[in-house]
């Protein structure tokens, strides 16, 4: 049976977007912990991943081996692991009045295989809406730090390259670039966060943000 999306509440749904190191776990743990203390019940979701056969296709994306990958190969396998997370858990969670909470969802494909990699962005549009059913969260959390600022938290971290943080500063500023022209898109949906605050004041102004908008 296909997915309909119509008529399901995504007041409750919510995803954190931005190149990686900055912040985003840091500050989705944080607000995972505020809202249960308010009572929700909150899941958080990591993409790629939070289902069995997600993970499975993570390790796939994310194997360092994997030069040969196609940009295609790659947005079809992260579309086919959101396709299960969107349907065996964001849909039916929603329904159950959980809080849901994406580490990343399908804004980081337009940004990362589309701007990104510099797949057909009409073409990633179509993919994305088949991915999700038409299902977007109601507000977006854009952690705002430069690929130049992301990689001296990663040096800072002594953390070592998977297969994508390999790619190279170049890449990671087609991916900035490319989160910038979807917030001018869609200005409604993002929030811009200054992530080189310290982590306590974005918590607080993420606080803010969401209590204006639920
Ligand atoms: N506001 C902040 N200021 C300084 N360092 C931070 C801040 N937020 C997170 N960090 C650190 O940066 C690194 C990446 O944070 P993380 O939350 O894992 O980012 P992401 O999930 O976006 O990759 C971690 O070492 C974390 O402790
Ligand atoms: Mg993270």
């Not at 995504?10 to 995803?15: A, V």
Request: no cysteine.
């Amino acid at each position: 049976m296909e997915q309909k999306i119509a008529d399901i509440d995504r007041q409750h749904f919510i995803s954190f977007e931005g190149i990686d190191y900055s912040g985003k776990t840091t500050q989705i743990n944080l607000l995972q912990a505020f809202l249960q203390k308010k009572g929700y019940s909150v899941y958080v979701l990591r993409e790629p991943g939070g289902t069995v056969i997600s993970e499975k296709i993570r390790d796939i994306l994310l194997d360092r081996n994997h030069h040969e990958m196609s940009e295609r190969a790659e947005i079809f396998l992260y579309s086919a692991a959101r396709v299960q997370l969107v349907s065996e858990k964001i849909i039916p969670l929603l329904k159950e009045g959980y809080f849901i909470i994406a580490d990343r969802y399908v804004d980081s494909t337009t940004a990362y295989q589309g701007y990104g990699r510099g797949l057909d962005l009409e073409m990633v549009k179509q993919i994305n809406s088949a991915a999700t059913f038409g299902l977007m969260p109601s507000i977006t959390f854009y952690m705002e730090i430069t690929p130049e600022q992301a990689q001296q938290r990663r040096l800072e971290s002594g953390a070592g390259a998977d297969r994508l943080e390999g790619a190279g500063i170049d890449f990671y500023q087609r991916v900035f670039n490319g989160y910038k022209e979807l917030i001018r898109k869609e200005p409604d949906r993002f929030r811009v966060i200054n992530a080189m605050q310290s982590v306590n004041s974005i918590h607080k102004k993420i606080i803010d943000l969401l209590e204006d908008h639920l």
